[in-house]
Antibody, heavy 121, light 109 residues
Framework: QAHLVESGGGVVQPGRSLRLSCSAS????????MHWVRQAPGRGLEWLTV????????FYAGSVKGRFIVSRDNFRRQVYLQMNSLTTEDTAVYYC??????????????WGQGTLVTVSS | SSEVTQPPSVSVSPGHTARITCSGD??????ANWYQQKAGQAPVLIIY???ERPSGIPERFSASSSGTTVILVITGVQVEDEADYYC????????????FGGGTKLTVL
């Protein structure tokens, strides 16, 4: 049973940076792409980024491309999200999510409990 | 970029059948997946690859697909099924980006 635990959320001023971490257990970590999905207060889910199983490729949603950087450490079973130049629009719960690739598509079969990031002066 | 559309809300009485649609051109060629999110909780996968149900998900949850529309069906709705439901697929431009519908609030009256 996959288990994902995010950490690193909190209150940060606009323009500053924050780094989220996700600790994974219960599955073969180095065989799965890992994603970050966020949810602004009262809003829907927004996919942000994926890093491939081997860490060699990553892709970003337009809303965070150039500001956020995803990385992973397969030895430590960790995924990270470095968030730079934060704005109030980045205020959200951030979920670490395990991806499953099948038939040229993918879905998310395990989610962390989320960590709240509040961008406010 | 691709997008998928859901109705903002659906209401149903306990014991009845709820249907939640998800529409978008991308669904003609890409699978859809469904997630249930109860208040204050993380989303949970309930349907994947259009119609498959993960282990542990009750049989009253099912889905169908036709052309550019997929439908989540909940038969014999229970009060505990009240939640937000999201469909998800992948972007047509390279299958590297996931896309979510805006979510549907299911109210059990």
């Amino acid at each position: 049973q996959a288990h994902l635990v995010e950490s690193g959320g909190g209150v940060v001023q606009p323009g500053r940076s924050l780094r989220l971490s996700c600790s994974a257990s219960g599955f073969t970590f180095n065989q799965h792409g890992m994603h970050w999905v966020r949810q602004a207060p009262g809003r829907g889910l927004e996919w942000l980024t994926v890093i491939t199983f081997d860490g060699k490729r990553n892709f970003y949603a337009g809303s965070v491309k150039g500001r956020f950087i995803v990385s992973r450490d397969n030895f430590r079973r960790q995924v990270y999200l470095q968030m730079n130049s934060l704005t109030t629009e980045d205020t959200a719960v951030y979920y670490c999510v395990k991806g499953v690739v099948t038939n040229s598509t993918y879905f998310f079969d395990s989610w962390g409990q989320g960590t709240l990031v509040t961008v406010s002066s | 970029s691709s997008e998928v559309t859901q109705p903002p809300s659906v209401s149903v009485s306990p014991g009845h059948t709820a249907r939640i649609t998800c529409s978008g051109d991308v669904l003609a060629s890409q699978f859809a997946n469904w997630y249930q999110q109860k208040a204050g909780q993380a989303p949970v996968l309930i349907i994947y690859k259009d119609t498959e149900r993960p282990s542990g998900i009750p049989e009253r949850f099912s889905a169908s697909s036709s052309g550019t529309t997929v439908i989540l069906v909940i038969t014999g709705v229970q009060v505990e099924d009240e939640a937000d439901y999201y469909c998800q697929s992948v972007d047509l431009t390279g299958v590297t980006h996931a896309i979510f519908g805006g979510g549907t609030k299911l109210t059990v009256l």
